[in-house]
């Protein structure tokens, strides 16, 4: 299968390469289906969108802060189908701007993906992370 988009133009890609959220990532509920597009001397994926030309700049979050963890709610796991730590993907929204001091990353809700069955959802966790981590200032 193939898509156009602005920024990568034609991306060829399998169906075993689409990731699905049964209520899309905050803000984009509406489009459910994704596929991650990597390139290899950057920190930051793109979830790019098949069902709409736009894409969500995404990082592993153990690149922001090492120590980076929380547990998953039952209920995710059993939505995602997930059945071993081997399964998760976690990933962060990123946003990109023009003066490097303001490029960050949301900890606060990250998208758990199933490396498997590829089923995704982001959740929402408690104020132990920020909303809005700064590379190069801190959390805000």
């Keep these: 299968m193939k ?3 602005e920024y990568f133009g034609e991306i060829e890609y399998t169906e075993e390469d689409i990731i699905e959220f049964e ?4 803000g984009f509920e509406e489009y459910k289906k994704y596929i991650l ?3 290899e001397d950057l920190f930051v994926e793109w979830l790019q969108s098949i069902e709409e030309d736009f894409s969500l700049t995404v990082m592993n979050p153990f690149h922001a802060i090492d120590s980076y963890e929380f547990e998953i709610p039952e209920i995710v796991i059993e939505k995602l189908s997930l059945e071993s730590s081997e399964d998760v993907i976690i990933k ?3 946003i990109i701007s023009e003066k490097m001091e ?3 990353t949301n ?3 990250p998208i758990i993906i199933n490396a498997k069955t590829k089923k995704a959802k982001q959740i929402i966790l408690d104020d132990n992370y920020p909303m809005k981590h700064y590379f ?3 959390d805000e």
């Excluded at 209520?23 to 905050?26: D, E, R, T, V």
Aim: charged residues 25%; proline residues 5%.
């Design 3 to 5: 898509i156009f988009t």
């Design 136 to 138: 190069y200032k801190g």
């Design 107 to 109: 900890l606060q809700s």
């Design 23 to 26: 209520k899309g990532p905050l």
């Design 92 to 94: 962060t929204v990123v």
């Design 37 to 39: 597009i990597r390139e």
């Design 102 to 104: 303001d490029i960050r």
